[in-house]
């Protein structure tokens, strides 16, 4: 191995586990943040680089018409703003990186600058900007616009968006652009060069745009095929372009089971990915958000029939006409959980060996651990990850935790700095 | 609450973001009702805000902050979430200074970079309606979380208030439950015959002769007090101060050690709203 990984906590200012084993007692507590600064604490304590929170703004209705069935999955609503949350964790923190999630379609460009410039200082040099396009419609209209812009197009607007925020990092900005016309004297300087630039792009125009921009790209290629595909697919771009490919680190999305045992942890794995819980309409519910097509509308019990079209992602319905072809909807749903790159299920030191294994194989970069969205996550998981899994990793070299002394400012150098090993 | 002590709100003056942060800290431990942070500092006042809230456990967090700036779902979602983050004690300073920059794209949703002050005046009485409109989509106890049935929320208590007023539409609503206060508390500054924001929880006159208009308005006013002036109260009619115009240091100092050294025996809590509005709210106390 080269570099040590890069590990990456992602999680939703959403609720916390309330109907699962280990839940709490208190389930409305999570507004008040004070889960999260705690975690938060103790990911910067356990060493972990970032923590990464996630964003959106719709109470989706697309599942059966309305709110009624996302009100019970939870999968993006209730949500709070990410940001005053990212500002509390900047004070109970002292060396942890911080991303937050912001869409280009959804801010001012010189609002979104001075916001994120506003946590860079705050936290010292620490704050990431996950960035986004959105895709709801809903979203759109709750900022006054009547829907959103195709994918490509919001690609493109967000290339000339980027210009303008970097810009503003840098000084005053007079932008007269195709899409954007921005006169300001400036956001206040960060006090990294610029925030770490995050962003997730999957499809062709998401890659190029990742590879422009991106310090750091976090991905769901499924296996570690696919991985390596999509690690070099990026590596070459940045290459091409005449830029060090090492500039952009590339992490996977990943949710170790654990348990102190393999059978222990398969166990687990096989009661809360089972059709005899909610996880069925987690999974319908998330997948109807996703795709906009309301799967309430197809018998959940037989295949999607093969007649069946929709104004949605059809790609994704094609697809789920081929995967319940010989089963149904509950089968191929109910007993799996969200789409990860790697599905990891075992003792700690089982996981890390699968772990260990796909990044020989990828070559890097880490991993963004994720237990979500909302009404999942519990202290128990934390704990299991960071103090079962995360030893696991440093005893085999893959991990570095950090050695404190000298004062948590002294010690602790800009989030960018970390990732760039400078 | 308890005692006598006026009702003090600080208009905390544009500083270093250490030297504020350090005024906020200072402010709390000495019974300060609530802190203004600056809309032109070079942090963002929500996040400062934000940035206080688990060390500065008691005081109002109160942004200034323009409607210009944003559209009003994303001031209505921020400020909600800071009420929820410090467990309601959020505020909304309406910033009314006129816009700065321009920055505009090919939506043709309004600006208000060309527009005359009495359509300003308009649109900002939209952008409240909106953000009021926004704060009022979730009623009370829509948060259910009911293990038998499965329900984190009722849906019968979320509402789409589809506010489409003359320049700010917003479909909503809000993707998360009110904080603590409902809507974070309104304050505003009143000058005779100049519009009154709807909604308004608080506000400062700078002439003790403007509190009576004040009160056909509002149940709590504040009248201004700082500046280049002794560090001293004047006797008034209205329910306590606003101090303004006083820099973070020496000058902050002789203010709290001196008329204002006695809230901090009396320290009071609460949500914010019923600390400044509340029934029982304390008398103002002229010092000689």
Known sequence: MGKPLTLGWFVNYMPTGWNRPFHGGQPAAWQDGQFYVDMARTLDRAGIDFIMLEDSSVVPENYGGDMTAEFMATVKSPKHDPLPLAAAIAQATDRLGIVTTMSTSLYPPERLARLQASLDELSNGRAGWNIVTSFEDLAAQNVGLEKLWEHDERYARAHEYLDVVTSAWQGAVDHDGRFNQVVSPGSPMPVQDRPVLCQAGGSKAGMDFAAEWADLIVSVPVGVEAMKAYRDGIRSRIAESGGDPDRCRVLYMVTPILGETDEEAQAKRARMYSDATDNYLRRIVQLSNISEIDFSKFDEDEPVPEDATTNGAQSILDTFKRLTKDSSLREVLGNSGESTSLDLCGSPATVADQMEAAMEEVGGDGFLLFHGGGGIITRRYLDEVLDGLVPELESRGLFERPVRGGGPVAASGTFRGRLTGA | ?288
């Open chain 2, 1 to 288: 609450m308890t005692g006598t002590a006026p009702l003090v709100v600080w208009f905390a003056t544009t500083d270093s973001t250490a030297r504020l942060g350090r005024l906020v800290l200072e402010l709390d431990a000495a019974g300060v009702d609530a802190v203004v942070l600056p809309g032109d500092g070079s942090v963002d006042p929500v996040l400062l805000a934000g940035f206080t809230t688990r060390t500065a456990t008691r005081i109002g967090l109160v942004a200034s902050l323009s409607p210009w700036v944003q559209p009003p779902f994303l001031a209505a979602r921020a400020l909600n979430t800071l009420d929820a983050l410090s467990r309601g004690r959020a505020g909304w300073f309406l910033d009314t200074t006129a816009p700065t920059g321009r920055s505009g794209d090919d939506s043709g949703r309004w600006t208000p970079y060309d527009a005359a002050e009495a359509e300003l005046v308009a649109a900002r009485a939209d952008y409240l309606a909106a953000t009021e409109a926004l704060w009022g989509s979730w009623e009370e106890g829509a948060i259910v979380a009911d293990v038998a049935t499965g329900r984190y929320v009722d849906a019968g208590k979320v509402h789409v208030p589809d506010h489409r007023g003359p320049y700010f539409a917003s479909r909503g609503p809000l993707n998360a439950p009110p904080g603590p206060q409902g809507r974070p508390t309104l304050l505003a500054c009143f000058a005779p015959g100049a519009d009154v924001p709807a909604g308004v929880d608080v506000l400062v006159v700078t002439d003790e002769a403007h509190v009576a208009a004040a009160r056909e308005h509002t149940a709590t006013v504040l009248l201004a007090v700082g500046g280049a002036s002794d560090a001293s109260l004047p006797a008034t009619t209205a329910d306590g101060y606003a101090v303004r115009d006083v820099a973070y240091g020496s000058d902050s100092a002789a203010w709290l050690h001196g008329p204002l050294a006695d809230l901090a025996e009396t320290p009071r809590g609460g949500l914010l709203r019923d600390r400044l509005t509340g029934a029982g709210a304390p008398a103002a106390v002229p010092t000689a």
